[in-house]
């Protein structure tokens, strides 16, 4: 199953048959900069990013964030670049499948 | 109790910081911090005259200390103004900290006057930036807005306060310690030995020293480690000054605009020791041909660098001064004279200069002759284009933080306000500027902060009337057609320069040049002098862009060369 979230348009059919790499699980601080500094950071360095979830955590200082990101060979460099941001408190790496995404994916 | 507005808040944290001088311009929305400021006896106020201008003062401050430099401008038109300067300090890693002022935070968003997302437009261009939402946060972001600048890998943080902020009244208890830069560690040990075994058992190993060694304060370690294992050492354009010129071991600068025996040397090694250099593509040349037959050993602060463009064989990510402490007694003496007496006759074969091009007359020669003038600890300031290469390829730099150059944005009017911070932060220094009639006219405007701050800046414009590597590009590559690169008018850049209550000479056919040269340097205060250079006095040798290194054009005894 393809899941997307976030779709960017037109390209929503071509990401139906790609797969998808790796999902990020981040721990961010959480205030309205973030997801520019975060989605700047993807379309500038032109790393494919295909689907955001994201919620604000317990008392709303920090928020996690799911990234669906379908890069191979970039992939360590991505988790490089994005652990390098201030805001990144911390980075997990995921396989392919992630429940958050099918969960919200049924939602649509 | 101390109570006060966020804007004297900013200044006093300012003050604690050890800042000396800001430069900057007032407009509406950071008034209240320059309302501060005038009342400060510990910072001294440097007008500018564009915003440009003001964040370039701030990086030559801090290009020439190492320490962090501040710089201020107001919202809208004035951040706009000033980010070119902030990219350019981005892409060098260079600590400057950027306050701008922004509209009420009630107004944000609104598109009031002067209203822009300085927070959006600085996102790509900075190492982190703030939007401060309440005066109380000013005393965290203060400090670690010194600490990010300073730590790791260098670079420009930009913090943007709405105008409510700045004048909002707090009282606090206790004053946050001042930002600093965390220590940091070597590379791992594991790794930092099988390095040395790599180095050790390598016969033709080049080691390139870029800005990251400036940085870490590493000559000194890179020349011993340098000597020790007979290792022959090339710089990128940000190294250059860590090795000295002069150094039977060093091979100037590589790439697009090396000696040619340094590029050939290169394509020819078996290990290539990268110690803060990031292979630009000026630098690396067509990057899957660069070095085609070495190992890479990759030592770099920032972990996002190691295999970015070049898969490094062995990273060593850390410190490069401590990692380098490290390294030094696992190496195993060594003269290497065949690689060095190799790589002695290529540079016999194709010297960078030749007899012809050293008159004063001409561009090395000019460079020459002004190095030899200088007094020792005089710094160089640079623009960027055609006189920029010549005096990174001649110029006998001899110590870290000598050169001053935009390197990885490559901005044009970066030398003049570069050249009056680096004089601000060294009054007792000569600073020298190499520019160009082009670049000069990029940031011209701070003539006027040089006079008005009487700073000890010699400017050296090498006029070839035309924007010089263009054009040398158009010629090489786009058949001949010149266009949009030759100005149409003659400028008088000594009546300019008298126009801003500037000293200011002209060099005309068959003077003395090295006697006006003499008469420039010893003038008090800042003196420009004009020097016609010839529209066809090209850089050479030159790999065309997006070509391998091994592809050169031109430069001395070029038609001896086999490849």
């Known amino acids: ?108 | 109790m101390n109570t006060m507005n966020g804007a004297q808040l900013i200044i006093k944290l300012l003050e604690r910081q050890s800042i000396e001088r800001i430069a900057g311009i007032p407009g509406g929305a950071n008034l209240p911090m320059y309302d501060a400021l005038c009342r400060s006896t510990a910072i001294q106020h440097i007008l500018c005259r564009h915003e440009q201008g003001a964040g370039f003062v701030a990086q030559g401050i801090a290009r020439s200390t190492g320490r962090a430099a501040v710089c201020f401008a107001t919202s809208g038109p004035g951040a706009t103004n000033v980010l070119t300067a902030i990219a350019d300090a981005y892409l060098d890693s260079i600590p400057v900290v950027c306050i701008t002022g922004q509209v009420a935070s009630s107004l944000i968003g609104t598109d009031a006057f002067q209203e822009v997302d300085t927070y959006g437009m600085s996102i790509p261009i900075t190492k982190h930036n703030f939007l401060v939402r309440t005066v109380e946060e000013l005393l965290t972001i203060i400090p670690k807005a010194f600490e990010l600048a300073l730590s790791g890998r260098p670079g420009p943080v930009l913090i943007d306060v709405p105008k409510d902020v700045q004048a909002a009244q707090i009282s606090f208890e206790q004053w946050p310690d001042p930002g600093v830069r965390k220590d940091e560690n070597p590379a791992n040990i594991e790794a930092l030995r099988a390095a040395a075994d790599m180095i050790n058992r390598a016969k033709r190993p080049i080691l390139c020293l870029g800005g990251g060694i400036i940085h870490a304060g590493a000559a000194g370690e890179a020349k011993i480690f340098a000597e020790k294992g007979g290792i022959p050492s090339t710089m990128t354009l940000m190294g250059l000054g860590s090795l000295p010129a002069n150094h039977p071991l060093a091979l100037g600068m590589l790439g697009m605009h090396a000696a040619r025996s340094t590029n050939m040397a290169l394509q020819d090694c078996d290990l290539f020791i990268s110690a803060g250099a990031r292979f630009d593509d000026r630098a690396t040349g067509k990057i899957a041909e660069f070095c085609p037959g070495a190992n890479v050993i990759h030592m770099d602060i920032d972990p996002s660098e190691v295999s970015k463009l070049k898969t490094a064989h062995i990273a060593l990510v850390g410190d490069v001064k401590a990692s380098l402490k490290v390294l030094i007694p696992l190496l195993a003496e060594n003269d290497r004279t065949a690689w060095c007496k190799q790589i002695g006759l290529l540079k016999e074969m194709y010297p960078m200069t030749s007899p012809g091009a050293i008159v004063p007359e001409k561009p090395y020669g000019l460079i020459l002759k002004i190095a030899e003038l200088l007094e020792e600890g005089s710094f160089v300031s640079t623009d960027v284009g055609k006189h920029q290469m010549w005096v990174a390829q001649v110029f006998p730099f001899e110590r870290s933080r000598q050169l001053l150059t935009s390197g990885g944005l490559g901005t044009m009017g970066f030398g003049l306000p570069a050249a009056i911070g680096a004089a601000l932060a060294h009054p007792d220094k000569q600073v020298v500027l190499f520019t160009g009639d082009g670049s000069l006219q990029m940031n011209i405007q701070e003539l006027s902060t040089a006079i008005e701050q009487q700073v000890n800046v010699k400017i050296i414009v090498l006029n070839n009337n035309s924007l010089g590597l263009v054009r040398q590009q158009q010629n090489l590559f786009y058949n001949k057609n010149i266009f949009a690169s030759d100005f149409q008018i003659d400028i008088d850049f000594v009546m300019i320069a008298k126009g801003f209550g500037m000293k200011a000479m002209n060099v005309e056919p068959g003077c003395d040049l090295p006697a006006l040269l003499k008469t420039m340097l010893a003038e008090p205060g800042p003196c420009l002098i004009n020097v016609p250079i010839g529209r066809e006095e090209e850089v050479y040798p030159m790999v065309p862009p997006g070509a391998s290194n091994s592809v050169m054009l031109g430069g001395c005894n070029a038609d001896k060369c086999e490849s």
Not at chain 1, 26 to 35: A, K, Q, R
Not at chain 1, 45 to 74: D, F, H
Not at chain 1, 76 to 101: R, T
């Open chain 1, 1 to 108: 199953m393809r899941i997307n979230v976030s779709h960017k348009g037109a390209e929503m059919e071509a990401i139906e048959d790609k797969p998808v790499i790796a999902v990020l699980e981040l721990i961010v601080n959480n205030h309205p900069g973030v997801m520019s500094h975060i989605c700047g950071l993807f379309s500038r360095r032109a790393y494919n990013l295909e689907g955001i979830i994201c919620i604000p955590l317990g008392g709303g200082l920090t928020s996690k964030m799911w990234l669906q990101v379908n890069e191979e060979l970039k992939l360590e460099q991505i988790i490089k670049q994005v652990q390098k941001l201030p805001d990144v408190l911390n980075v997990i790496k995921h396989g392919e499948g992630h429940p958050v995404f099918a969960e919200v994916a049924a939602l649509v």
